[in-house]
């Protein structure tokens, strides 16, 4: 069975920075892609960034400059390095595995908390 656990949430006062991890464990396929979404209070869910295997990484317009995504295969890792947070960052972040065969894995999510 295959586990996706987030970490690094947390409150920062806005211009601060956090890093989330996601280690992934168990029976992995191919991996095609991973990444982080995030969901505010009464909104939907939206990526965040991402990064397939062939190396493209994708930011959503709204972190671009602020935020990088990362990956350490020996370690079954990916991360989210968030600087210059804003308050409208705030939200739960969730990691994201997209294996090869089109079976999506989902973490149960890390909250992010910006104060102004």
């Known amino acids: 069975q295959v586990q996706l656990v987030e970490s690094g949430g947390g409150l920062v006062q806005a211009g601060g920075s956090l890093k989330l991890s996601c280690v992934v464990s168990?029976?992995?396929?191919?991996?095609?892609?991973m990444g982080w979404y995030r969901q505010a209070p009464g909104k939907q869910r939206e990526l965040v960034a991402t990064?397939?295997?062939?190396?493209?990484?994708n930011y959503a317009d709204s972190v671009k400059g602020r935020f990088t995504i990362s990956g350490d295969s020996a370690k079954n890792t990916v991360y989210l390095q968030m600087n210059s947070l804003k308050p409208e960052d705030t939200a739960v972040y969730y990691c994201?595995?997209?294996?090869?065969?089109?079976?999506?894995?989902w973490g149960k999510g890390t909250q992010v908390a910006v104060s102004s």
């Open positions: 994201l595995m997209g294996q090869h065969d089109g079976i999506n894995y």
């Open positions: 168990g029976r992995i396929f191919r991996i095609n892609a």
């Open positions: 990064f397939s295997v062939g190396g493209n990484t």
